[in-house]
Nanobody, 128 residues
């Protein structure tokens, strides 16, 4: 069982920045693709970004493209989501998830069902 722990959420003003982290003690985390998702109150969980296991390929939702950057440090078993130019509509609980089986990322990364492990989430609130 892989345990993922998100951190870095909090309160930010519109136009500000936050960096989320997704960490695990699992030594083979570096072999997994990882996705970030978010869920706003009353809405379904939606895809935000994904990164391949090597970190050489990334994929973003249109709503965050150009503002958010996903990256990873496999030596630290950690994936990051740098969020810049935050908007009030970015307010949500953010979750990271590990995909054990996929060798590539892309459109299929949007599918919640392909992820095998999920973190507990971290709240991001953006004030206007």
């Amino acid at each position: 069982q892989v345990q993922l722990v998100e951190s870095g959420g909090g309160l930010a003003q519109a136009g500000g920045s936050l960096r989320l982290s997704c960490a695990t003690s699992d030594g083979i985390f570096s072999s997994y693709a990882v996705g970030w998702f978010r869920q706003a109150p009353g809405k379904e969980r939606e895809f935000v970004a994904a990164i391949s296991w090597k970190g050489d390929s990334t994929y973003y939702a249109d709503s965050v493209k150009g503002r958010f950057t996903i990256s990873r440090d496999n030596a630290k078993n950690t994936v990051y989501l740098q969020m810049n130019k935050l908007k009030p509509e970015d307010t949500a609980v953010f979750y990271c998830a590990a995909d054990v089986g996929s060798l590539q990322i892309g459109e299929s990364s949007r599918n919640l069902g392909i992820y095998d492990y999920w973190g507990q989430g971290t709240q991001v609130t953006v004030s206007s």
